[in-house]
């Protein structure tokens, strides 16, 4: 790879061509770069000119233990010599079987269960559907609905969307969407003047009381991400909610769905985030972390009871029906299984401790910037929140695209961070050093200075 100066221009032209990009209105790019990445290596992504960025983000909150991780790379080699893929209906194979037991083993008790997708939207289409089914199967085929929190993003495939609340996602197709129940979320940015976080949990919960009482009947599942609404702006919110979640939907016969597509895998400081509330689900729905951020994969993790629900004479009907032509793919499973491996050898969690403590300590002088409302921070999940008046957090209009000048400089300053609106968040792979998150937060300060004049 040479790294002659106009290589990314060339390759960008190209890209442009023909390539539609996920979550972008493609005349962005007449003035912002189109980036071409050629290499990974740990925290680093590396342009084809030779240039690097610190991935703040890790890639779309997919990356644990570094890009091209050699172990998970290994594994992946030594799977595509010997299966890469084989259909999983009536056949199975060792990846799948390994990864399920490991599954199991890992989340919290009474999730037995494991039911395999290829992305974040279809677990969470698995796990809607299922929960139908479920109750449609018990007799109780009323049950139609499902209550969503405000502020909440689930994917973008029409279920999961249906049951997200981002406006930006969900505005323009809501006329083919399914109408959920909003319950207020317990983010704690949005609590009353001097409210603690358990404080807002526990009104919350009690509105949450409130519309169970009057939809319950009619509702098959609570769906939340829990402890951190992510794409809804890093809010995050008190582990209180979910044991007073898990109790509610226990009391009026609705399943607990969380969805730790973004948290789990150690990102909240815990394996997974229910664990902060020692609380179990009835559905948990997994992915992007699960193969280290190597491919698609995803899981959706419930109980023997459910299961049993399904279970009968091929005749019943019973049987639930959702599959993909990729589910259970070995090379991905391959790549989960290395991916486990890491946190059964190392001390992540640990590590990722002292990491947290010191992405908190550099992010301390933030909290006094004129226009920074609040820093936030669940374990390796932090944000600053920015706005245009701090004394009663008047946020800067979403057309001004604050965040988007944090970003472009970020890349002129080697790191790649990526704003949701006005907040600025830090979710790095784990693998990131002291002076790495140093450097994150320089260039996330410089650019947030850049971004309020
Ligand atoms: C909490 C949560 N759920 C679901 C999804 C959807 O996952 P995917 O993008 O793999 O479809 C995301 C993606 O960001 C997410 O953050």
């Given amino acids: 790879m040479t790294n002659s100066p106009d290589r990314n221009a060339a390759l960008a032209a190209r890209d442009l061509k023909h390539i539609w990009h996920p979550c972008t209105q493609m005349h962005d790019h007449e003035t912002i770069p189109m980036l071409p990445i050629v290499r990974g290596e740990g925290a680093w992504l ?66 037995d269960k494991v039911f395999f997708a290829d992305n974040g939207s279809a677990a969470i289409e698995v796990a809607l559907k299922m929960s139908f089914h479920y109750w449609l199967n018990q007799g109780h085929g009323e049950k139609t609905r499902f209550i969503a929190l405000t502020g909440s993003y689930h994917g973008e495939t029409l279920g999961a969307l249906s ?17 959920p129940i909003l319950a207020p979320s317990p983010d704690a940015y949005e609590g009353e003047p001097g409210e603690a976080p358990a404080q807002v949990a526990v009104r919350r919960l009690a509105e949450l009381r409130t519309l169970l009482e009057r939809h319950a009947h009619e509702t098959c599942a609570v769906i939340v991400e829990p402890l951190v609404q992510c794409a809804g702006g890093m809010r995050m919110y008190h582990p209180d909610y979910l044991a007073g979640l898990r109790a509610l939907c226990d009391e009026f016969a609705v399943h607990f769905i969380a969805d730790e597509i973004a948290v789990g895998f150690g990102r909240t400081g815990t394996l997974f985030a229910c664990e902060q509330a020692g609380t179990s689900p009835d559905f948990m729905c997994l992915s992007k972390g699960l193969t280290g951020g190597t491919l698609p994969l995803s899981a959706v993790l419930t109980t023997q009871h459910v299961y049993e629900a399904f279970y009968a004479e ?23 299984l290395a991916t486990l491996a890491i946190f059964r050898d190392e001390p992540v969690l640990e590590r990722n401790r002292a990491l947290a403590a010191h992405l908190a300590r550099r992010l301390e002088p ?13 374990g390796m999940i932090a944000a600053v929140e920015l706005v245009a008046d701090k004394a009663i957090r008047r946020p800067f209009p979403a057309e001004d695209r604050r965040g988007l000048r944090v970003y472009l400089h970020g890349l002129q ?17 784990y693998v990131v050093s002291e002076a790495e998150i140093d450097h994150l937060v320089a260039v996330a300060t410089s650019g947030i200075e850049r971004a309020v004049v």
């Avoid at 991935?55 to 570094?66: K, Q, V």
């Fill in 366 to 378: 933030l909290r006094a910037h004129p226009h920074v409302a609040e820093v936030r921070q669940t």
């Fill in 413 to 429: 300053h080697e790191a790649l961070l990526r704003p949701l609106g006005n907040v600025i968040y830090f979710m790095p792979p």
């Fill in 163 to 179: 049951v997200s609340d981002v406006a930006l996602y969900r505005k323009t197709y809501a006329p083919l969407l399914l109408t």
């Fill in 314 to 336: 091929y005749s019943a009907g019973k049987a639930f029906l959702h599959s993909h032509s990729y589910t259970g793919n070995p090379l991905a499973c391959s790549a989960a």
């Fill in 46 to 111: 590396i342009d084809a000119e030779g240039r690097r960025y610190l991935d703040g983000i890790s890639s779309w909150w997919t990356n644990l233990f570094g890009h091209a991780n050699p172990r998970i790379a290994a594994a992946l080699a030594e799977q595509a010599r010997t299966l890469e893929h084989v259909i999983f209906a009536g056949f199975t194979h060792p990846p799948a079987i390994e990864l399920a037991e490991e599954l199991v083993r890992i989340t919290p008790s009474g999730l």
